[in-house]
């Protein structure tokens, strides 16, 4: 019973942090005069990223060889393809759930551009990364990862730069949490508002790491299962989570933004550590997921490229897409 508590304290903690830290993104935005691009899909992204980051990075560096280094693969390619099924699903469910509140439903209001150049982005980038596990050459596995982290630093300044809406440019803000009087809150409050924020997002999502991670060993998950559809659910929580609070304020661009950008991040850096620090060589479990993530995030794209426009649709079905990896795994024993 104690772990189930600590589960619904842990999600209540992410949610917090997860409230605290968007407010003080839009001031930070606002104060600097950058776009919703560069706000979400670089600056919230990469925050909220640190959860899933320090996972495979400690399972490879301090787990035993064999066991640290699958279950850090595992955790590597799980993180995109929840952002891609579970995340989406969840924003998906929000715009629903709010449509009362939206003139222009079921149209959300996105940005295509900033969305499709995400999503075009993080395939491209994605599949290098995949490659990279079919050519067991350390010189263009070294060759690779360097590309991606230029892509990925071209990609960031890129964004940073591009024009757009600027966050909070024309919304009237809620007060700023740690200067709630401030009509035009100091940036060093806002960092501060934004570390504390990070903070519990952190603490809270390695406490449900280890609810989950406790209650699934419990039930005798696999450790490939663990890692792959049980970890990324908690690690990931930061961006549902902050999702969810913008889509309920009508922030689409900022939601989805932060779910591709975080996509694009974990496709080029996160990608890196996997390939120079392990074996990489995906096995069929993973395959399969790299498989599923990629339909996904084709759905979602080719509206936007047909349309020019993104409703909930082909982001609900990224609800079937994470079942359908689920009952996969179970049935293959998660091999």
């Known amino acids: 019973m104690t772990q189930y508590a600590m589960l619904v304290v842990s999600a209540v903690v992410v949610l917090a942090g997860a409230s605290l830290f968007t407010n003080g993104l839009e001031w930070f935005g606002k104060r600097l005069g950058l776009s919703d691009h560069a706000v979400g899909s670089v600056f919230a992204a990469v925050g909220t990223a640190m959860p899933e980051t320090m996972v495979p990075i400690i399972a490879i560096m301090f787990g035993t060889k064999a066991a640290g280094h699958a279950v850090g693969i595992g955790a590597i390619i799980g993180a995109p393809f929840m952002l891609a099924t579970l995340a989406m699903f969840v924003t998906g469910v929000a715009v629903v759930w709010n449509r009362d509140n939206r003139p222009d439903y079921p149209n959300m209001n996105v940005d295509p551009r900033v969305i499709k150049l995400n999503l075009e982005c993080f395939m491209g980038f994605y599949a290098l990364a995949v490659a990279a596990s079919f ?100 690690t990931e929580l930061p961006e549902k989570f902050n999702s969810v609070v913008w889509i309920k304020k009508g922030k689409d661009t900022l939601a989805l933004g932060n779910i591709t950008g975080s996509m694009v991040w974990q496709s080029t850096a996160i990608m890196t550590v996997g390939i120079m620090l392990t074996d ?51 049935l293959r024993g998660a091999k």
Request: with cysteine; hydrophobic share 60%; aromatic share 12%.
């Open 135 to 234: 050519v067991d050459v350390f010189l263009f596995k070294l060759f690779v990862s360097c590309l991606l982290v230029l892509f990925y630093a071209i990609y960031a300044v890129y964004a940073v730069k591009s024009g757009g809406s600027s966050s909070g440019e024309n919304d009237v803000l809620e007060p700023c949490w740690f200067a709630p009087k401030s009509e035009n809150p100091p940036l060093p409050v806002i960092f501060a508002q934004i570390t504390s924020a990070l903070v519990l997002i952190i603490w809270g999502a390695e406490l449900f790491v280890d609810a989950i991670q406790a209650i699934s060993l419990a039930l005798g998950a696999s450790p490939l299962l663990l890692s792959m559809l049980i970890v990324p659910v908690a």
């Open 280 to 330: 990489w060589k995906l096995g069929p479990a993973e395959m399969w997921s790299v498989l599923l993530t990629m339909l996904a995030t084709l759905l979602v794209y080719v509206q936007l490229r047909r349309t020019k426009r993104l409703t909930p649709a082909p982001l609900l079905a990224g609800g079937f897409f994470y079942l359908l990896f689920a009952l996969i795994m179970v």
